[in-house]
């Protein structure tokens, strides 16, 4: 199988930043480009035009949308549109969000809803589908319908093995062949030549969502006081510290039987610094 890889942007840089970083990875490699959807940010739908206008070759798409904030007609509009100015690059990344319920939005029977708003989009616009989630119906809703399912916020080789078995139970309920779905990880990731100081700027970044992601993970323990993450436990929410660490880090969450690996911003202490480390270091080394 191909080891292929993604960068993940957050929609909190300013007009052209998107664009300069897209087509560099691009240029360094990498195989897909996708936006954030998290509450707080630019919808992902902003990055992304930036993107595709100003790569080739890179598929792009939103990791993840979800059909609580977005109706199923707005998702199908947004997703034609990047297609159209893509150049038929995109794909739809639908999940359940996160942080909802800070703004009053209950989430009813997340699997049903994604289900149904991945059937009205791909019913109108025809492009690959990647599902977000951790949970065993969502999982096993990937493994029916999904071409990817991507573990959000995991850099966790362990929780490979326990994803495969839980899309294999959606692959048989469609008749699909087992491993139809390739399994996607990504987390935050900062590489530097300072491995120390990569690793605090990743702890910090991790805080943001570790008290959200921790508790799916059956194969970690949780950790209380998430800005204070043990070496062992960061190794499991982020990618962190020298080209060389985070070489190993991904071998081994290939090895595990991943079939893409997401680098989630903000890449480095410098962004644009860490993504040329990631393709000339990281990628080079696999």
């Known amino acids: 199988m191909k080891r292929r890889f993604g960068i993940g942007l957050r929609g909190n840089l300013p007009p052209g930043a998107y664009g300069r970083l897209g087509r560099l990875a691009e240029d360094l490699g990498f195989d897909v480009v996708s936006a954030f959807h998290d509450l707080g940010d630019q919808p992902a739908i902003v990055p992304l ?22 109706r199923p007609a707005e998702i199908a ?9 893509s150049g038929g690059r995109a794909y739809l990344g639908l999940a359940k969000g996160a942080w909802l319920d800070t703004i009053g939005i209950t989430q009813v029977d997340p699997a049903t809803a994604v289900r149904g708003a991945a059937a009205f989009v791909q019913s109108r616009t025809k492009v690959p589908l990647l599902i977000g989630g951790w949970g065993r119906r969502m999982v096993a809703l990937a493994g029916e319908i999904a071409d990817e399912l991507k573990v959000g916020g995991s850099a966790n080789a362990d929780i490979v093995p326990l994803m495969r078995q839980r899309l294999a139970i959606g692959a048989a309920r469609a008749g699909r062949p087992p491993g139809a779905t390739g399994i996607v990880l990504g987390a935050v990731t900062v590489v530097d030549e300072d491995g120390v100081a990569a690793r605090q700027l990743a702890r910090d970044a991790v805080a943001r969502y570790y008290d959200v992601i921790a508790r799916f993970d059956p194969t970690t323990p949780i950790v209380a006081g998430s800005a204070q993450l043990p070496d062992e436990v960061l190794d499991r929410f982020a990618f962190a510290g020298t080209p060389d660490q985070v070489t190993r880090q991904v071998d081994r969450i290939f090895a595990a039987g991943a ?28």
Not at 77 to 85: C, G, P, S, V, W
Not at 259 to 274: C, H, K, Y
């Open 259 to 286: 079939s893409r690996v997401e680098f989630g911003a903000p890449f480095g202490l410098d962004p644009v610094a860490g993504l040329r480390l990631l393709g000339t270091r990281v990628l080079a080394g696999l």
């Open 49 to 70: 035009l930036e993107v595709a206008r100003a790569t080739r070759r890179v598929a792009v798409g939103p990791a993840c949308l979800n059909p609580y904030t977005m």
């Open 77 to 85: 509009a947004a997703i034609a549109k990047l297609d159209a100015a």
